[in-house]
């Protein structure tokens, strides 16, 4: 651990308890194969070198483009992938290498739900089955404690009790993602991974989805890492924010220090790039984030980011920056403050 | 004056459906759009947005059927034109791009090959002076190596190039009018941006009309000068942008305004809840009598339940579908739904 980590630590003890999830150095990679005999031709580093602590109770947003290795993280971190390199702790036992039979228990612990609800849900399985499915497996055997549990559940998330009868393609969008956070919330875990929870949801219904995490959240004392590409939702719904860039997290912070003055350039940038929320708001010749993210494959040297950045010096091509110590941490060798 | 460049007039559309019923998808729609305006629709999923773009070109399905009104392109009826005819107009003088950049790209030929062949279908280039034309193109719409990019198939390029290459083909034949169709829903928030400033300034250039279909409220904040607002088939709300955003009318628009969440709240507003509106959007062969957002709105009173409020003025340059903004004769009015009725 480098000292500035301990610093980062240090400086976020004085404020939180000790963190229910941590990610310690780690590095995700995603082997490229070639050729008839499938020959690892390199390694696509989705997550390269990422230390994140995740707070009980808290809401960590994590944002960065499309490709940057969001999903990559929340997988990472709920041992869906494995790791190249770094440690992995959940609840200050270290998971990195648990087999699937001691990671049975823990699975329960901590959950994900995904974008698109539907592909997770059985579509030849009624509502009712599905939410008894994962309660049978690890928590309740007696029927008619089930269905009581069940019903319980739908409450929970807004929808009527007939919908046990009925199947996932009966419901909408917005309804469906409730059965699949019923269904996340019938295991009973503390942490879950929200990956992109609202991106396919129609405005409307996208608040109210957003509202119910929060409520819940209040309610049964959850801990959510939530990745989402529209900031104004993350924004909202988050107590800090990581911003990542290219496998590594550029910027930590809290959430309205981070949004109202940035200190990394690209953050600075994402934000610009968000709509305005009215039309006098425009800004003629905005300046917008040019061209795309490299590829991940082969990283640019020093600062990853130097290869698109305005304040590029000879420095930012050859010196890697590190994540200052500060509680507002950034990853930048001229930050703007 | 001359006739706006493109005027649609109670215009609705049904569909045929399996069972041999038909539902009206767009119902009474009317809009004008001048040239080098930009006009957003604005509406959630099923509103009818793209059936009704789609009707402009005439590419709606087999089962679709126009059940009353007009398209006018510069006073002419695209309804009435032959399906040759109509071959002409399209992609030349109108040209539509649409949120998934694949629709319009082959995946077995070169970007190069398809922009040489749109920018032949509608000019007299040939050859080389094609093949320069389509490199300037490619050039225009921000794309770095064109030379390059040209040799290549479309799965090589990431979603951002393709739609980037999308747009280059369909402004080839310098159309007046170009209709997009959630251009950026697919992109990320930077490729977005990237793509709305391309737009602005090819607009700028070449004084086309846009006319873009979004979900969005910010992308219409960031583009339009006029926007529609749909909500099951039919428009509820219609205003210049600054009037919308300054003082939504509809409750619907209201709803989603209060819905968005925004970087630009004011400090601390983030930390109140959302105001969502409840329920869903009606299914088509469902829709409630009377005012089809009554199920949904704060305001509903008896008169909303019992008929449609029709698309009426409200103020200058604007229009809007509510009892309450514009009450029936004869019923007393005792709610308003001005911006802060919410
Ligand atoms: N199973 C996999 N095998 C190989 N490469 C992968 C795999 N999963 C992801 N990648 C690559 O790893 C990188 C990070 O992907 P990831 O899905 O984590 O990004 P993301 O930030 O979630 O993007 P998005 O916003 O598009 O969901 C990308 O370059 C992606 O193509
Ligand atoms: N070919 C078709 N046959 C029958 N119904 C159709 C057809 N195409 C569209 N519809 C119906 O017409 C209605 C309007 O669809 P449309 O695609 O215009 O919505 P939209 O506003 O563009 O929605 P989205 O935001 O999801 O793109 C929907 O209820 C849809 O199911
Ligand atoms: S380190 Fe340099 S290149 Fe990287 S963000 Fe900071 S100023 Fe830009
Ligand atoms: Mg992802
Ligand atoms: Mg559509």
Redesign the interface.
């Known amino acids: 651990m480098t000292t500035e980590v301990v610093n980062q630590e240090s400086a976020h003890n004085a404020h939180h308890a000790l963190p229910i999830a941590r990610l310690d150095n780690v590095r995700t990679y995603y082997p490229i194969r070639r050729g008839v005999f499938s020959r690892t031709a390199g390694y696509v580093r989705a997550v390269d070198g990422v230390t994140l602590n995740i707070y009980p109770g808290e809401t960590l947003g994590l944002v960065g483009?499309?490709g940057c290795g969001k999903s990559s993280i929340g997988r990472t971190l709920l041992r869906l992938e494995d790791v190249h390199e770094g440690r992995i702790w959940f609840e200050q036992e270290e998971i990195t290498h648990f087999s699937e039979r001691r990671m049975k228990p823990l699975r329960t612990q901590m959950q994900l739900i995904f974008q698109d609800p539907y592909a997770s849900l059985n579509p030849r399985q009624r509502v009712g089955e599905l939410l008894a499915e994962p309660l049978r497996a690890h928590r309740l055997s007696v029927n008619a404690e089930i269905a009581a549990e069940v019903d319980r559940l739908l409450e929970l998330v807004g929808l009527p009790r007939s919908s046990k009868d009925r199947f996932p393609h009966e419901f909408?969008?917005?309804?469906r993602q409730r059965i699949g956070i019923a269904r996340a919330l019938s295991v009973q875990p503390k942490l879950i991974v929200c990956d992109e929870p609202v991106s396919a949801l129609?405005?409307?219904?996208?608040?109210?989805i957003?509202?119910l995490l929060?409520d819940l959240q209040k309610e049964l004392g959850l801990t959510y890492l939530f990745i989402a590409?529209?900031?104004?939702?993350v924004?909202?719904i988050s107590t800090r924010i990581a911003v990542m860039y290219l496998g590594q997290i550029v910027e930590l912070g809290d959430k309205?220090r981070l949004?109202?003055s940035p200190r990394h350039p690209y953050t600075k940038?994402?934000?610009?790039?968000?709509?305005?929320?009215?039309?006098?708001?425009?800004v003629r010749e905005?300046v917008?984030?040019?061209?795309?993210a490299p590829n991940p494959a082969s990283p640019p040297r020093g600062c990853r980011f130097h290869t698109r950045c305005p304040y590029a010096q000879a420095k930012c091509r050859e010196q890697e920056p590190q994540l200052d110590g500060s509680i507002h941490a950034a990853a930048c060798h001229y930050p703007l403050w | 004056m001359t006739a706006p460049l493109l005027e649609i007039d109670r215009l609705s559309i049904g569909f045929k459906t399996d069972n041999g019923q038909a539902v009206t998808v767009v119902e009474d729609l009317s809009l004008t759009a001048a040239e080098g305006e930009t006009i957003c629709i604005v509406g959630?999923?099923g509103s009818g947005k793209s059936v009704a773009s789609q009707s402009i070109m005439r590419l709606l399905g087999e089962n679709a059927f126009i059940q009353q009104g007009e398209i006018r392109f510069k006073g002419d009826n695209l309804l009435n034109k032959s399906e040759k005819e109509l071959r002409r107009i399209r992609g030349k003088d109108i040209a539509i791009i649409f949120q998934e950049p694949m629709a319009a790209l082959n995946p077995v030929f070169t970007v190069g090959h398809q922009l040489r062949e749109a920018i032949k279908l509608h000019s007299k280039r040939k050859g080389r002076e094609a093949k320069e034309y389509a490199i300037d193109l490619l050039r225009r719409v921000g794309i770095?190596r064109p030379e390059s990019i040209m040799n290549g198939y479309p799965h090589t390029l990431?979603?951002?190039?393709k739609q980037r290459a999308v747009i280059a083909m369909a402004i080839a034949s310098k159309p007046q009018l170009l209709i997009a169709d959630e251009p950026t829903t697919a992109l990320?928030?930077?490729?977005?941006?990237?793509i709305?400033?391309l737009l602005k300034r090819l607009q700028e250039g070449s004084g086309t009309t846009i006319v873009l279909i979004t979900?969005?409220?910010?992308?219409v904040?960031?583009m339009?000068d006029k926007v529609v607002v749909m909500y099951a088939g039919q428009i509820v709300e219609q205003a210049d942008?600054?009037s919308l955003?300054d003082r939504p009318l509809h409750p619907y628009t209201q709803?989603?305004m209060?819905?968005?969440?925004?970087?630009?709240?004011a400090?601390g507003a983030?930390d109140e809840?959302?105001?969502?509106?409840?329920g869903?959007?009606p299914a088509l062969n469902r829709l409630p009598q009377g005012c089809r957002f009554h199920t949904r709105c704060a305001y509903t009173q008896e008169c909303c339940k019992q008929s449609t409020p029709p698309l009426a003025a409200a103020g200058e340059n604007r229009l809007v579908r509510c009892w309450l903004a514009v009450p029936p004769t004869g019923i007393e009015q005792n709610a308003t739904a001005g911006g802060n009725a919410i």
């Open positions: 483009e499309s909408s969008g917005g309804q129609d405005v409307s219904i996208q608040a109210q957003l509202n929060q590409h529209g900031l104004g939702a924004k909202y309205n949004f109202d940038l994402l934000l610009d790039a968000n709509p305005v929320s009215h039309p006098r708001l425009r905005k917008v984030l040019d061209g795309e | 959630e999923s770095s990431s979603g951002g190039m990320d928030v930077t490729v977005q941006a990237q709305l400033q979900h969005d409220l910010g992308v904040a960031e339009a942008a600054e955003f709803g989603l209060h819905a968005m969440p925004s970087l630009q709240k400090a983030n809840r959302l105001l969502s509106i409840p869903t959007v």
